[in-house]
């Protein structure tokens, strides 16, 4: 089992940054894909980010690739996501998410992920 919590979410002005924060509890997240995902009003959840389990390699999404970064500190058990010049269209509550290692595939599917956090709420006002 694995329980995820986010923080760091809040009101920022487009072109402005913030840090989210994915404290896992449980289990490592260096044993576990870690992913970011997000979900405006109205739309599907869609992927956002990941970091893999082994050597950490990561996957963007292209509407926030070189904006966002995804970072893990195994020391802390924690996985954050750095967001750059944000727009409007990030706005959205995102959510953390973990899943066992299933050798890369499926990524970008929240339906293989497993565990759950409760989201934070990000708005990025024009």
């Known amino acids: 089992q694995v329980q995820l919590v986010e923080s760091g979410g809040g009101l920022v002005q487009a072109g402005g940054s913030l840090r989210l924060s994915c404290a896992a509890s449980?289990?490592?997240?260096?044993?576990?894909?870690m992913g970011w995902f997000r979900q405006a009003p109205g739309k599907e959840r869609e992927f956002v980010a990941v970091?893999?389990?082994?050597?950490?390699?990561?996957y963007y999404a292209d509407s926030v690739k070189g904006r966002f970064t995804i970072s893990r500190d195994n020391a802390k058990n924690t996985v954050y996501l750095q967001m750059n010049t944000l727009k409007p269209e990030d706005t959205a509550v995102y959510y953390c998410?973990?899943?066992?290692?299933?050798?890369?595939?499926?990524?970008?599917?929240?339906?293989?992920?497993?565990?759950w956090g409760q989201g934070t709420q990000v708005t990025v006002s024009s």
């Open positions: 970091i893999f389990w082994s050597g950490g390699s990561t």
């Open positions: 449980g289990r490592t997240v260096s044993s576990h894909d």
């Open positions: 998410a973990a899943r066992p290692p299933k050798g890369g595939i499926y990524y970008y599917n929240p339906r293989m992920y497993d565990y």
